[in-house]
C-alpha cells in the first residue's frame, strides 16, 4: 500500500486509525476506499477506521464529509 494513503494509528483511542484521501485519488468503483478499509481492519487489526475524504481543489464544488466505519 502506497505510504501515502496508508491509515495512520490514532492515540486516543486504542486500535482507531485514520486516513485522509484527496478526492482526486479516487475512482468511480471506490476500490481505493476499500483497499483502504480492508488493509486497515484486516492487516492492522483496526477495531475503528476515521476516513476522511478531501476535495482535490480548493475550486471543488461537493463538500466532503468524514466517515466513521467500526468492525464487529
Known amino acids: 500500500m502506497n505510504r501515502e494513503i496508508m491509515p495512520a494509528p490514532s492515540y486516543a483511542v486504542p486500535g482507531s486509525y485514520h486516513a485522509e484521501l484527496s478526492s482526486d485519488l479516487l475512482d468511480t468503483h471506490g476500490q481505493l476506499i476499500e483497499k483502504v478499509i480492508s488493509f ?29 466505519r467500526t468492525h464487529r
Open 40 to 68: 486497515a481492519f484486516d492487516t492492522l487489526g483496526a477495531s475503528r477506521l476515521d476516513l476522511r475524504v478531501t476535495p482535490s481543489s480548493p475550486f471543488q464544488s461537493e463538500l466532503f464529509e468524514p466517515h466513521t
